[in-house]
């Protein structure tokens, strides 16, 4: 029942925030709100303040953001249809970049708390070459390869670009530098080529944001790549997962602590904001991409056959998660 709780707290705050992102922007630039719900289907909880209304709905699967002139046309002044071209899309890439914002705040309140790797070693592992090189606790990595080193990240990059050759490495040890050879060492645990080293870590808050972005940076880059690999059909559908295989995720990292539990938060907010940008019905992109079409074409498209395209697109995609959360019981139950 707790993990069920929690789940439902994070994909409440989800939504919130993502909705809150058009709603905010929309009432920024004078466009009238019908209706700001959490949750889809039938109304358990409904109050009017001004002209909108606020809504909790049965299922916890979503949420919207019902805008005047948003899939019909309307003369109203204050119809989103009636907005230009730059304002509108901030309306609807609000959510996303919401979604994304938070990532960031998640993560570098994670990376606060458990510290942020540095290039100071704090333990040198026997069995590995840096142990056998030399290389002592205290030791700061200034270069590899006369590449300076800023961050503990690019020590493993380096490492894995160079696997099996030896590194000349620049070491600072009691204000003097000292160059020591090493090469990398297969782990077969790990799957990867290391020297046999752990970093120091400290806490600062510019790093931590710094770190946040760069990670929220990689991940997108992967989470593109798999995309990219399932609309070339060389992906593999594993790598998706609904709101049930979610809960039972969150089950999992419930048990280890808060902090995992944040970071999980902010993984699944960084997928929820760059996956509603795609250009998919019913989805923030396509409502993008019919922007850039009005553009090309010089003339907005009808209103409701637009609406038409994203209700179509909706139902498609409900049915696509229906599929995944059938399969995510199987996998995970």
Do not use: W
Not at 97 to 111: E, G, H, K, Q
Not at 137 to 150: E, L, Y
């Amino acid at each position: 029942m707790s993990t069920i709780i929690i789940s439902l707290l994070i994909f409440g705050v989800l939504i919130i925030v993502h909705e809150f992102g058009h709603f905010s922007v929309a009432k920024l630039i004078g466009v009238k709100v019908e209706e700001f719900a959490v949750g889809m289907g039938p109304k358990i909880v409904a109050f009017q303040k001004g002209e909108t209304l606020y809504t909790l709905r049965a299922l916890p699967l979503g949420g919207f953001c019902s805008m005047l002139g948003e899939d019909q046309k309307s003369d109203d002044e204050r119809s989103l249809n009636n907005k230009s071209r730059l304002e509108r899309a901030a309306v609807f890439a609000a959510g996303s970049i919401m979604n994304i914002i938070l990532a960031i705040i998640l993560l570098s309140i994670v990376l606060y708390f458990i510290g942020i790797p540095t290039t100071i070693i704090d333990e040198v592992q026997k069995e590995y070459p840096a142990y056998q090189a030399g290389i002592q606790p205290g030791d700061k990595i200034i270069s590899i390869n006369n590449q300076k080193i800023k961050t503990y990240n690019e020590i493993q990059e380096i490492i894995n670009n160079n696997k099996n050759k030896a590194l000349n490495i620049t070491i600072q040890r009691n204000n003097k530098t000292k160059n020591i050879m090493v090469t990398p060492k297969y782990d077969k645990n790990l799957d990867r080529y290391r020297i046999g080293i752990s970093p120091g870590y400290e806490r600062s808050v510019t790093r931590a944001v710094i770190s946040s972005f760069e990670e929220s940076i990689f991940l997108t880059k992967s989470i593109l790549e798999v995309l990219g690999q399932l609309l070339i059909g060389k992906g593999n559908l594993n790598n998706l997962t609904g709101p049930v295989g979610v809960i039972a995720v969150v089950n999992e990292t419930a048990k280890i602590g808060i902090l995992p539990v944040l970071l999980l938060t902010s993984q699944i907010s960084l997928n929820l904001g760059i996956f509603n940008l795609l250009p998919i019905p019913a989805l923030d992109g396509s409502r993008l991409l019919f922007l850039i079409i009005e553009v090309l074409r010089g003339k907005p498209l009808s209103p409701e056959k637009e609406g038409l395209f994203h209700f179509v697109g909706l139902m498609l995609l409900m049915v696509f998660a229906i599929f995944i959360a059938y399969r995510d019981v199987v996998r995970f139950f």
